[in-house]
């Protein structure tokens, strides 16, 4: 699997749990490696930004 890079478009799915009836997802674009780490800074269109896992990631469109 390829991993997760600075300007790849990715797909983050919130957690489901029992009292949600439906999965929440939001598109951004990774602004930030967090270096040996596996987390990346994600960039919403909502101009907010959050640090989040890569495991929790989906690359949608990779950047050239």
Same mark, same amino acid.
């Given at each position: 699997m390829?991993?997760?890079r600075v300007?790849?478009?990715?797909r983050w799915v919130s957690v489901h749990h029992d009292g949600q009836e439906?999965?929440?997802s939001e598109? /951004?674009?990774v602004?930030?490696?967090g270096g040996g780490l596996e987390s990346v800074?994600?960039?919403f269109s909502?101009?907010?930004s959050v640090w989040l896992s890569?495991? /929790?990631l989906e690359v949608i469109s990779e950047s050239r």
């Open positions: 390829r991993s997760v300007g790849d478009l990715v439906e999965v929440d598109i /951004g674009i602004s930030q490696s800074l994600v960039l909502d101009g907010e890569v495991s /929790g």
